[in-house]
């Protein structure tokens, strides 16, 4: 079964942007993909942009995308990436595999899933006991900037860019699905002071109890 989105517009967006990318965003791939090994689903693969980045660890990455045009550039990007990849165009409500997974990476896509804790319970469904929640996203401020994150919110952001909400406490909905955060950490890529809602990243690690 496959859910393939038809977002032409954010795929023209995000395909310039992944290409355009930072070198602190490339960091904090990096840095989200350290230490895992298994398998592994991927949720919102876009262009494919981790796949570069995965340990030799890694056994097979089964990466979800459901959005068409980007799943097409995630094809190729996993046909050159130093693991298996295999490229899926469902979404992760509609889900469904026979084995359970080692860990699951998410880098920038909870911002913008409809139900945030019905996707989460359903990660925490996909692992094995004992198994990793690797994230990265951006998070809720405080003070000024959540309420930037609240207008744009409301307003024109999630329109232009896939849905995304910036004004999400994710990690909090990470704990409420029964994960054990590990560890956890906020990394700035643009200066605090720059009126961004999304400079500020949580980058963390999560475990579903044995």
Not at 81 to 93: D, G
Request: glycine share 8%.
């Amino acid at each position: 079964m496959t859910d393939a989105v038809d977002n032409p517009f954010f795929a023209r967006l995000w395909i310039t942007m992944s290409r355009h990318e930072s070198e602190a965003i490339r960091r904090l791939r990096r840095r989200n993909l350290a230490g895992l090994s298994g398998r592994v689903l991927e949720i919102g693969a876009g262009t494919g942009t981790n796949f570069e980045f995965y340990p030799d660890t890694v056994t097979e990455v089964v990466a979800i995308e459901p959005e068409r045009r980007l799943a097409e550039l995630a094809e190729k990007a996993a046909a050159e990436a130093p693991v298996p990849v295999r490229v899926s165009t469902e979404t992760v409500e509609h889900f469904t595999d026979d084995e359970k997974f080692d860990a699951v990476v998410c880098s920038l896509v909870l911002c913008s899933v409809e139900d945030l804790e019905g996707v989460v319970d359903e990660l925490f469904s996909l692992l094995r006991p004992g198994g990793q929640l690797h994230y990265l996203e951006h998070v809720g401020g405080w003070g000024a900037r959540a309420r930037l994150q609240r207008f744009v919110d409301a307003t024109f952001w999630p329109r232009l860019f896939g849905n995304c909400h910036t004004h999400r406490h994710t990690e909090e909905a990470i704990a409420g699905a029964g994960f054990q955060v590990t560890s956890a950490t906020r990394k700035w890529t643009l200066p605090s002071w720059a009126p961004i809602p999304v400079a500020e990243f949580a980058i963390g690690v999560a475990a579903r109890p044995s």
